[in-house]
């Protein structure tokens, strides 16, 4: 079956703008995360969403967000880039009391 | 967030058994004790996971602890493309009963051939 799809798988964006990541979860996983890795921080834990509803989320800012729609696919969006956000950022699915399956994530780059 | 303490890195030879130890002295009665290793360029790969019993899956044994304060992940028998960062995690709940990943720093193995 197919695993956890991300796009895109790279990006660059300048300082200011904002950015939407995509994720489309295992066939049948209802729960999908998102998670930030940079070499100094490590993993970090965004948000969760389970039916379209976020449950969870870490402690990052404002401008980081994100939805999850009916087919379970999520997105995420981050405004007003600054060059620290900078980082890969990893989707994960899941079904309840499973593990994780993650995404080979997008690699984000601010300029 | 409970938290778990890892080596920073070991290393192994080709063939022979690998044993990471992982302590998590704060773990709930409810956390899950999951491991995940991530290759170079690539998300996380789910290990294996459990909450009170020794596990075994294709991949690999988790050991956990009868006082469930630590555990360890058992790989039979390293080959090179087992070389990776191995993240032991405690899947815990959050509010409405959300879960998520809390990783450390991992260990990072490497395996001589």
Not at chain 1, 62 to 85: A, I, P, Y
Request: positive net charge; aromatic residues 8%; contains cysteine.
């Amino acid at each position: 079956k197919a695993g956890v799809t991300q796009t895109p798988r790279y990006l660059i964006k300048t300082r200011g703008q904002q950015v939407t990541l995509s994720c489309s979860p295992i066939s049948g996983h209802r729960s999908v995360s998102w998670y930030q890795q940079t070499p100094g921080q490590g993993l970090q834990f965004l948000f969760e969403y389970f039916s379209e509803t976020q449950r969870n989320k870490g402690n990052f800012p404002g401008r980081f967000s994100g939805r999850q729609f009916s087919n379970s696919r999520s997105e995420m969006n981050v405004s007003t880039l600054e060059l620290g956000d900078s980082a890969l950022y990893l989707c994960a699915s899941s079904l309840t009391g499973g593990g994780y399956t993650f995404g080979s994530g997008t690699r984000l780059t601010v300029v | 967030d409970a938290k778990t303490t890892q080596p920073n890195s070991m290393e192994s030879n080709e063939e022979e058994p690998v044993h990471l130890p992982c302590n998590h002295s704060t773990i709930s009665g409810t956390d899950y004790i999951h491991w995940y290793r991530q290759l170079p360029s690539q998300g996380p790969e789910y290990v294996i996971h459990g909450l009170t019993s020794n596990v075994n899956n294709r991949m690999a044994s988790l050991a956990i602890a009868e006082d469930r304060k630590s555990s360890t992940l058992i790989l039979h028998r390293a080959t090179l493309r087992d070389a990776a960062v191995y993240y032991c995690i405690l899947r815990g709940k959050g509010i409405q009963g959300a879960q998520k990943l809390v990783f450390g720093q991992g260990t990072r193995l490497t395996i001589n051939p």
